[in-house]
């Protein structure tokens, strides 16, 4: 049976945002009030890109139960806010389901088209990151499409991820068949102890 952790939170608080300086990102925890950007910024890539395997769009209450299965897994979801505007986001969610898994994370990234070529996928990442190092999971993976072709190869190389395999024509979007790409990192103290949760 897996146990629920709750990830340090992230502060967000207006005298924080009103310290940015112009253009640069404010990282903090996600709330509901995000979701129609975040939406449309999923819907964006669900439509034109591979980096998702959805191919119809997700709606706000759609989005809304995701981010409250991330928070029950005691995960973080982040968004980038620059001038006031989610600029992108991130989460974490459970590699698979079953119990043994509960050390293993997925991430996911999602910039705004608007703010592509900027650096901020490697901020939501390196943030993704050290919040999840501070919980119990161990290893984080990385499931890349169509070879990395948007970046997410060299992003999650350059942020310590070790390339593990590709599976092959596993998806089939925009006429045309994807594979995977499996990338895996090592968090906090890795496999080198047993997990939190099991006796000494």
């Not at 809304?64 to 620059?82: D, F, K, N, Q, T």
């Not at 999971?137 to 970046?151: E, L």
């Not at 350059?158 to 925009?174: D, I, N, P, S, W």
């Amino acid at each position: 049976m897996s146990t629920t952790h709750p990830a340090p939170s992230l502060s967000s608080s207006d005298a924080a945002s009103a310290a940015q300086p112009p253009g640069a990102a404010l990282l903090r925890d996600a709330a509901e009030a995000d979701l129609p950007a975040i939406q449309a910024i999923y819907a964006h890539h669900v439509l034109t890109g591979v980096a998702s395997f959805e191919e119809t769009p997700p709606s706000v209450d759609d989005l809304r139960m995701r981010l409250a299965s991330v928070r029950s897994h005691g995960l973080p979801y982040m968004v980038a806010e620059i001038d006031g505007e989610v600029a992108g986001y991130c989460y974490a969610t459970p590699y698979r389901p079953r119990a043994a898994y509960r050390n293993t994370i997925e991430d996911s990234i999602y910039v705004s088209d608007a703010y592509r070529g900027r650096g901020l996928g490697r901020v939501l990442l390196q943030a993704l990151i050290e919040r999840c190092e501070q919980g119990p999971w161990r290893q984080m993976v990385a499931v890349i499409a169509d070879g990395g072709s948007g970046g997410s190869l060299s992003l999650h190389t350059q942020l310590g991820f070790e390339l593990t395999g590709t599976l092959k024509a596993v998806g089939f979007k925009h006429g045309r068949w994807l594979d995977t790409t499996l990338m895996q990192r090592t968090l906090g103290v890795g496999d080198s102890v047993p997990p939190d949760d099991v006796a000494r």
